[in-house]
């Protein structure tokens, strides 16, 4: 489970015209974000990419509007309950 005890934050940024970014932020160190994101892509059919944030450390970013498939991903898979994620947008 998310170690740190910390929530997971969903957000969705708006990119240019109906484009959209999904961010996930909050992902505790002991998980290898470069295989989960591997893992989303492979999932949701989308591309996706591990950035490094100057306020927010490691943040997973998708495309389009993957929150829902997001949390129910990631409780699936035993990383987080459902109370810890938290989700932002629209």
Known sequence: MNIGGGDIH??????????????VQGIGEEFDKKKLVRAF??????????????EYGEVIQLQ?????????????????????LKIHGF
């Open 64 to 84: 389009g509007d993957q929150r829902n498939n997001v949390c129910q991903f990631l409780t699936k898979i035993g990383i987080v309950k459902e109370d810890q």
């Open 41 to 54: 892509k492979k999932e949701f059919a989308c591309n996706g990419t591990v950035v490094e944030h100057p």
């Open 10 to 23: 969903i957000r969705i940024q708006q990119r240019n015209g109906r484009k959209t970014l999904t961010t």
